[in-house]
């Protein structure tokens, strides 16, 4: 037996004045909670009538079934079958009904007591657009209906289930009569008797409660919603940076862009080409139209007659028109066979972005909303775009630099001498340490009555070396990262003298006391701020440090100085009484792998990186480094500059308050 009305509908039409509200279905777990908790927690002894869409639904209750069964003999429970569930008789009534029946559709629970009346009386809506109405598991689920506390509305609907069950299970009719005389007689009120809640507010607390799930809900769809947008960009940019890692072809790449703009965005027409900011017309050969949108694919495209590809080319940023139509520059600066490509393209919103690298510009993604349909853009949707066309620029830049092959042949020749040099030099620099390692650990490991303080020398010597070692390889890495580019700068504004005092400490944590010449610092407390990374920063002043220390004996002094020099830069010195370098060689110092004395006559450790590094570090802040010196043993200078943060008048106080403490954030691998 299948019934096809709803029983929402049937008691809506017998209560024309009453209307449906909506609610979700973890607010409807909890009604439902709230009411079988009234019965186990009441000395009442009621009738209750529960209905669920699936057997499944039923199981993950069904232990509280069984003790509100201890309560009372007339508890009647509805749903689909799916394994177990049928129509019995025991401690209480199942009811089973068909998958096809209406009820499978709805969720009730009524429960009728004789000093109290709860009704819930919900149908799913299948047509909602949040949430998925098939998932069991989906707390989103919608449902509309009646949750009341007045008992005519209650009794009514109690008496619309207990005929259905009286359809489903005839056996059960005098049992349902009973029922029908007990709780569904008229119920006459007394001065004693409790007045009826109103019948839109059954209990003040719990409809707050409700309320507040209800907008829980609603938040948490609103996230869902974020989410699948946020996991459909990143999605994007999945397969972009996958197209481009599988193949340098230009062609492969951009068609894979469009198609994924297209998808996301919902476009009628996504397209990209190549161009420059001089070019007087772009053939269209990558684009991605909608099923109603017309392809243009093999066009000309004009670019010097179209004014908005000159504001972004003058700009160089993204430029959306949301109706091309009512722009000036349509209606005045438009050329009419520019108005005439327009018009065969249907175009009414208009979004451009450039395709840049460094300032230049590759080319242009263009995304179309044609015939009535005006474009509606988010950030998100600017951000994906944004990133789709960074993700290009740097294919396109790729392809290029693959295509020229001799500027790549003269790269791999320099990489060749650069590995010519690496091997002589770490050939030397490797083989020391390890020998000395080496024959530490064999001599402990076969001289057991070796004295404890020679023991100790042994593990000190190897430790030593092996610390030798790990700065090497560690300024190899620092290098090829620098060089790569691929070094995360974050720039902060800083008090030079802190760097300084950083720098000093790392140098000396690494350094026997004794061993070390005298450190002087002469900077001034009230020079300006500088704006840079302070870990880079760090970095220099420590290398240096360092290579004074190696140059200069134990009773000479290293002295660090920073002024202002007048261009907007501060200078800082650390000069020593050391060694010294030849003028002849002042310049050349800084290159990768210079040795003074020769890779394999060398008095000190190192293989000619550090100078190289902080170079690097000191050029990609916008500053320089050089050296001084009059000679042989008569000491060096090293100089850099760091750019002087310019602060506003306006600003000023408040910005030395909130100088930023250098080194407090760690590189990997460094």
Known sequence: MSIQTSVLTELLYDLPDWRSQMYFKSSLVALSHAMEDRILASSDVPLAIATFQQERFYRQEAHRYRRIAKKTQQLYVLAVPETDFKNHSGDYETIAFEATDALAREWHLIVLGENYANCLICRERTSGLEGNPGSAMDSSRRFEGIWTSNR????????????????????????????????????????????????????????????????GQHKLIKAYKKMELQEQRERSIHLMTAAIRRSLDPDIILQVAVEQLGRALGACRSLVYQCGDRDEIATIAYDFPSPHSTSLKGKQWPLQQNPFFQTVVETQECLFVRDVRETPQFKERGNPQWKKTIAEAAIVSWLLMPVLYQGRLLGMIELHYCGENFGQWRSE???LVEAIANQIG????????????????????????TRANLVAITGHELRTPLSTIQVCLESLATEPDMSPELRQVMLNT?????????????????LSKLESGRV?????????????????SNNSARKSPEDMPSIRMAVEGDLPLVKTDGEWLVEVVAK?????CKFTSADG????????????????????TGRGIEPSRLETVFDRFYQEEGALQRTTGGVGLGLAICRQITQRWGGKIWAESEGKDKGS??????????TPPSRAKKTSKTTSKPGRRSRKNQ
């Not at 790729?398 to 001498?417: G, P, V």
């Not at 700068?489 to 005092?501: A, F, H, K, Q």
């Not at 240096?544 to 004074?548: K, Q, V």
């Not at 002094?557 to 020593?576: C, Q, S, W």
Request: hydrophobic share 45%.
């Open 381 to 383: 949707d600017m951000s």
């Open 394 to 417: 740097v294919a396109l830049i790729q392809a290029e630099a693959y295509a020229n092959l001799e500027d790549l042949n003269e790269q791999l020749e320099a990489l060749d001498r």
């Open 462 to 478: 190897a430790l030593s070396d092996a610390e030798r070692m790990r700065k090497l390889i560690q300024d190899f890495l620092t």
């Open 488 to 504: 995360d700068w974050n720039p902060e504004v800083l008090s030079i003298r802190e760097c300084i005092e950083l720098g000093i």
């Open 544 to 548: 240096l440090l360092d290579n004074a």
């Open 557 to 576: 002094e290293i002295l660090i100085e920073a002024k202002a020099n007048g261009n907007g830069l501060l200078e800082v010195t650390v000069a020593d």
């Open 152 to 215: 005519h509305v209650t009794v009514r609907a109690a008496e619309l289930l207990l005929d259905r069950i009286a359809i489903y299970r005839p056996e059960l009719a005098k049992k349902i009569e009973r029922a029908k005389k007990r709780y569904l007689k008229s119920k006459r009120k007394t001065r004693s008797s409790p007045p009826e809640l109103d019948a839109t507010s059954p209990d003040p607390f719990v409809n707050r409660l409700v309320n507040y799930l209800q907008v």
């Open 637 to 646: 200078q090293f100089h850099f500059t760091i750019p002087i943060f310019e």
